[in-house]
């Protein structure tokens, strides 16, 4: 209490005093405010600071490239005990899989490089921390498969105060291997190309592509020297085309038309090289380019067909003097060609089938023959005559060899028919009526019928060789007189072989051969007119031969009487 009125009397006695000392004490607490104020402003400014240095700290180490950084001191802070700082990312002790991870220095890194990289990075980045000179290069790790760029730089500030020198790693191992990859592919796809071209020119006819405004792209070395002495360039620059006799495109027209219709064309074209005249084919295909359905390019070929079309003259030569030929003979021929079409005939067929010149004049077709002849009653009798027509026409794709036929007509005439193909397309029809040579065949052979008949019923036994020497004919009377086997003649022997089956009879005899010699010479003999055999057996035989009027051998085996 005391005190109180102490200071309430000091109050009265002196105001001034407490007025001052309640100013200051105001302004004492303003400043400290004030103070407090900048204070927390600072720890916010710091605050922030620190974020965006933890955020820009954390970008790098999340930058795909590592970075190794030589941090330089403040050139305006002079701070003696302060050098260059070393400073390795995450990032990068990451991708050379460094064993001190951060904490490893430059000369840490370069032992993973080869020696000559080494020598080569330290002077890149000697040169950058001496004359700020960036740089970028790639290496490749020693101590593992991977390829890293290297890109060094400098960092000022705005003042012109050098921060640091930092040199970026990054690992292009995929870039480079696929680079390499596509450089291989590139230089196989260059190899593949020379070859074909090497192909294309070494092809011994001129080839060309027209691109789908019909421009000529590409060509071989034929084409070239057909383009009468202009370089490659020149024909592809300029659309230089080979030209014919007339000295017009010898396949443009036919590449416009095999465009149109999508459709490989092909023609007969003529040219003069070397002053001599040549007949070639010109192809013109079309195909759909880098599989697109709008463009539409041309492969073109050029054939030499001279010798071809020299050869086809001489056939049509050849076969006009053969017909010429087979209308003078008396067989009957006609040509159908490849259209069913009549397109030769003799005077023989007209004779045969009784056709008139006004029915040739009408260009008759094959078919239209056969249903002249039918109404001629002419032709064979058939149960279906559709079914027969039709398989006539079939026969010409289908004959390849010559097939031979009859044909028995309703006359009662027998007509041998031929039919072969043609050279240039169709059948060539040959009819040869071998009416009476049947009937004295058959003649004939009834005549050999009774000739055999007669000679089965004699009794001696008989043998006839054929002028081949091999037999022909036996009876069964020589069956059962020399015990022969139908078998061992049914092979045809020969005279010698006969006589060697007949040698069991003659046992009794020394000497085989001789008497075998013997027995030949007297069936062949001019001379001889028979002989006698004395077998073992006590049956005598007496033999006889004679030479036929077609040179066949006959000869008779007769018993003698007792």
């Not at 600071?49 to 700290?57: M, P, S, T």
């Not at 049947?438 to 008989?462: C, G, I, P, R």
Request: with cysteine; hydrophobic share 40%; glycine share 4%.
């Amino acid at each position: 209490m005391t005190d109180f009125n102490l200071l309430s009397d000091m109050y009265y006695a002196a105001p001034e005093i407490w007025y001052v000392l309640a100013a200051i004490f105001v302004i004492l607490f303003a400043i400290i405010m004030a103070e407090l104020f900048r204070i927390l402003k600072l720890k916010q400014k710091n605050y922030f600071l620190n974020r965006d240095r933890e955020r820009y700290a954390e970008t790098l180490y999340a930058s795909r490239d590592g970075y190794f950084a030589f941090i330089y001191p403040d050139q305006k802070v002079n701070d003696p005990r302060r050098n260059i700082v070393e400073r390795c990312s995450r990032r990068l002790a990451v991708i050379m899989n460094l064993p001190n991870g951060t904490k490893s220095s430059f000369e840490d890194i370069l032992k993973n490089f080869y020696k000559d990289d080494v020598k080569k990075i330290q002077k890149y980045v000697g040169m950058l921390k001496d004359e700020g000179v960036s740089f970028d290069d790639e290496f490749m790790l020693k101590t593992a498969n991977k390829y890293l760029r290297l890109v060094g730089t400098r960092i000022n500030g705005i003042d012109g105060n050098i921060y640091c020198d930092m040199i970026w790693f990054r690992d292009v191992s995929f870039e480079v291997n696929k680079i390499s990859s596509l450089e291989n592919d590139k230089d196989n796809t260059y190899f593949q190309l020379a070859q074909l071209q090497d192909m294309l020119d070494n092809l011994p006819f001129p080839v060309w592509l027209r691109n789908d405004k019909l421009k000529i792209i590409n060509c071989n070395k034929k084409f070239v020297e057909l383009c009468g002495g202009q370089s490659k360039e020149n024909i592809l620059n300029e659309g230089i085309e080979i030209t014919g006799i007339n000295g017009e495109s010898i396949s443009k027209d036919l590449a416009k038309m095999a465009h149109a219709i999508n459709r490989g064309k092909k023609n007969t074209v003529s040219l003069i090289k070397n002053g001599e005249r040549l007949v070639m084919e010109a192809f013109e295909t079309p195909f759909h380019a880098e599989e697109s359905l709008d463009k539409i390019f041309t492969a073109g070929t050029l054939i030499d067909v001279s010798e071809l079309d020299e050869l086809k003259r001489n056939l049509k030569v050849h076969q006009n003097a053969q017909l010429e030929i087979l209308g003078t003979l008396g067989t009957a021929f006609a040509v159908f060609n490849q259209h069913l079409k009549l397109a030769f005939h003799n005077q023989a067929f007209a004779r045969l089938w009784q056709l008139d010149d006004d029915w040739f004049e009408q260009e008759p077709s094959y078919a239209m023959f056969l249903d002249t002849i039918r109404e001629k009653r002419l032709l064979p009798e058939v149960p279906d005559y559709v079914m027969f027509k039709n398989d006539e026409q079939k026969k010409f794709t289908q004959i390849i060899e010559p097939q031979k036929d009859m044909l028995h007509l309703p006359n009662g005439k027998t007509l041998r028919r031929l039919r072969a193909a043609y050279p240039t397309g169709g059948l060539i029809f040959a009819y040869e009526d071998i009416t009476d040579r049947l009937a004295t065949t058959s003649a004939y052979n009834a005549l050999l019928s009774v000739q055999k008949e007669m000679l089965e019923n004699l009794f001696d036994a008989v043998l006839i060789f054929g002028s081949n020497g091999r037999l022909n004919f036996y009876n069964d009377a020589y069956l059962k007189l020399w015990n022969a086997q139908k078998t061992f003649l049914a092979q045809e022997p020969n005279l010698e072989e006969i006589l060697d089956s007949q040698r069991h009879f003659f046992s009794a005899k020394e000497d085989w051969e001789s008497l075998k010699k013997e027995m030949t010479a007297h069936l062949l003999s001019m001379t001889t007119k028979t002989f006698i055999l004395n077998r073992k057996d006590g049956i005598d035989v007496e033999v006889a031969s004679s030479n036929l009027s077609d040179g066949s051998l006959m000869i008779t085996y007769k018993k003698t009487p007792l």
